[in-house]
């Protein structure tokens, strides 16, 4: 990997929870401790189940809600510590594409409204012709008709609407792009359209992206590399095809075991462990078990 | 012993009735899961809504039967038909939040249905926690007193399991039950669906998109697009012989695996048609590569083998075409 576009450093996100009737407040360690590079035209896939802290992980590198503690970089410069203000001019470096386009796209505002937006904002057109033009090449870009500009989001499907959402991530050219479980809510027919747009764009724009899903399958075709996160840290992370093949850690064994398999053939031979997970925390200290495959030690923490 | 014919459910939009569901078949064994699969819109979930009777004001069944050991509950009266559902006929949904009383504690909504079926020397509590430990919540005697919200999504899952089986139901509906769940959760819970199924011999209508679970927990399988059934056989040669070009392009999309990574995933281009503008004959033709021009006309679902049903006029040919493999390989399933 060439310098990378994404260093995070030890990044952890605590939330003081409101605390039981009984005793203090206690502090909620939603992300603990975890250290993440993106390359350019990289995907680095991030899997894990409700709960695990990987949309908050997305967030606090985007200083959407800026991490508690650790050090975040873009491009080499530090991010994270800086105050809104200072935050503004890169914000158009880092770009999201969320799950639900119904709730992400403003109701009320022309589809080419919208993906103009980013552009105003940054000023990066003062003549409207150009900047009708470039919303129309974006248009092109993610397969939506001209006409589409002039349309309200509630008059297209889920799938449009993501394209909708991807063409105003993609509008000032970012460096990186993060898309929280982008394709998850739409059809498998839709998805496959959408996920093939976004590698589309990835090879053309060569954005670095970070593909936070729960979806193993999508995962794993769309990531160059993939990170297993689990309560709040990185169990293990692993060049997609050599952490399918090979999963150290237990708990990626146990995610992989329970996704079912489009055949019945293979799911007839199949044998899973079914019993419970232990939900309990694996050590954040992460070892190089092969080139650029990293696992968390095998046994939990001891119970507090 | 659940027969579905014709059934036909209409939804009201601007005054006219449009057709949701539009002619569907379905039959269900004893000791069965039949999965019923398509994409939203597709009318999957308004089938079972309409075989459970629990269409909400806007819906309305129009037309067909549903067989019920010989009793169309179509004909029922609410009133009649109330004991059937819950006793015989259950069902469960995505989201247990909203199918569970959020007012009353986890044993009380037990509680009535092991009511319902009196027995000598029954112990409604002991019964209750019984229930809950089988469908694998631990500590089930502190957890029967709490209500649902203090519980997480997949332990109210396995509540609304709990009160399903509690019947002992001859069906059960089940409508994307662990959609909204984790994978791991799923897992356990269809698992524990099937295990009960097996063992009380009742039959599982599974209404699902994922064609994952259909391939591990289905006996038969019922392909739905846009109102109607394209295409049903059992889950083996479906999944080994797909023959209409709707369900085979649905299986080319799915990213596997168990399979080395392809370059680009075969999508099929192209939406479903929307509910108020759905083309004569076919409804797949729009996004389909095999169309002709007899695809203006609808073609009947037929066997292309014995057992084997598809809604194609051409499903002979893509049948043919799959023998060899390379064919397989080489034919689209999208334009």
Known sequence: ?304 | MLQVRSLKTAVKIDGTDHLIVNGVDLDLQAGETVALVGESGSGKSVTALSIARLLGRHLRTVGGQVLYNGRDLLRLSERQMRPLRGREISVVFQEPMTSLNPVLTVFTQLAEIIRRRPAEGLDVRARAVELLDSVGISLPEARVDMYPHQLSGGMRQRVMLAIAIAARPRVMIADEPTTALDVTTQAQILDLMQFHIREMRAGMLLITHDMGVVARYADRVNVMYSGGIVERASVSDLFARPSHPYTRGLLKSIARLDRPRVARLPAIEGLPPPLTARPAGCPFQPRCSFRIERCSQMPPLEPVTPGHDSACWRAGDLLDSMMPPAALAATGGGA
């Not at chain 1, 952890?12 to 993106?38: H, M, N, P, T, W």
């Not at chain 1, 410069?77 to 200072?86: A, D, M, R």
């Open chain 1, 1 to 304: 990997m060439s310098t990378p576009v994404l260093v995070a450093d030890a990044v952890c996100k605590y939330f003081s929870g409101s605390g039981s009737l009984f005793g203090a407040s206690r502090v909620i360690e939603a992300v603990d401790q975890v250290d993440l590079q993106i390359g350019a035209s990289e995907t680095l896939g991030l899997v894990g189940e409700s709960g695990s802290g990987k949309s908050t992980l997305g967030r606090a590198l985007l200083q959407l809600d800026p991490p508690t503690a650790g050090t975040v970089s873009l491009d080499g410069q530090t991010i994270s510590g800086l105050s809104n203000s200072e935050l503004r001019p890169l914000r158009r470096h880092m770009q999201m594409i969320f799950q639900d386009p119904q709730s992400s796209l403003n109701p009320r505002m022309s589809v080419g409204s919208i993906i103009a937006e980013p552009l105003q904002i940054a000023r990066e057109f003062t003549d409207r012709r150009a900047l009708r033009k470039r919303v129309q090449d974006l248009l092109d870009l993610v397969r939506l008709p001209a006409s589409a500009a002039q349309r309200y989001p509630y008059e297209f499907s889920g799938g449009q609407r993501q394209r909708i959402g991807i063409a105003r991530a993609i509008a000032l050219n970012p460096k990186l792009i993060i898309a929280d479980e982008a394709v998850s809510s739409l059809d498998v027919s839709i998805q496959a359209q959408i996920i093939n747009l976004l590698m589309d764009l990835q090879r053309e724009f060569k954005f670095a992206c970070l593909f936070i899903a729960h979806d193993l399958a999508v995962v794993r075709h769309i990531a160059d590399r993939i990170a297993v996160m689990f309560l709040g840290r990185i169990v293990e992370l692993a060049p997609s095809d050599r952490l399918f093949e090979n999963p150290r850690h237990p708990y990626t064994r146990a995610l992989l075991d329970a996704v079912p398999i489009p055949d019945p053939e293979v799911e007839a031979k199949r044998t899973r462990s079914t019993g419970p997970i232990i939900r309990r925390r694996y050590p954040a200290t992460l070892t190089e078990v092969a080139p650029g495959h990293f696992v968390a030690p095998l046994e939990p923490e001891p119970k507090p």
